[in-house]
């Protein structure tokens, strides 16, 4: 017996947010990244480079180095903290500003 309209329907919609949530994961990582990578452009930190999963500049594995290790001001001649702290803001901020388009289209559809 085949099965109804309704089973079909449903089995597609089933795929669908399969599909979905499988290409989630990357895409979202993939947004989050390029906001850490624009700001990093936009600050003018040289080298700015988008890898799959992080992003780098020149100077960007000493600076956390010597952050860790306490040395602030060492860190700060490597480059400004304060463009340092924004490009590290930038890839959450961007995953809010998504959460808040996905909230807001979700509400209206």
């Known amino acids: ?44 930190l040289p080298g700015a480079v988008l890898h799959v999963s992080w992003v780098s500049y020149n100077g960007s594995s000493e600076i956390r180095t010597l952050l860790t ?12 903290l304060w463009k340092v702290a924004l490009t590290e803001a930038g890839g959450p901020l961007i995953s809010l500003l998504l959460l808040a388009v996905a909230i807001l289209c979700r509400r209206r559809w």
């Open 1 to 44: 017996m085949a099965g109804s309209g309704s089973d079909m329907e449903t089995e597609r919609r089933t795929w669908m947010w399969f599909v979905a949530g499988f290409l989630a994961g990357p895409v979202a990582t993939l947004i989050h990244e390029s906001g850490h990578y624009f700001t990093a452009l936009m600050l003018g």
């Open 69 to 80: 290790a306490g040395q602030r001001v060492q860190a700060a001649q490597v480059a400004a």
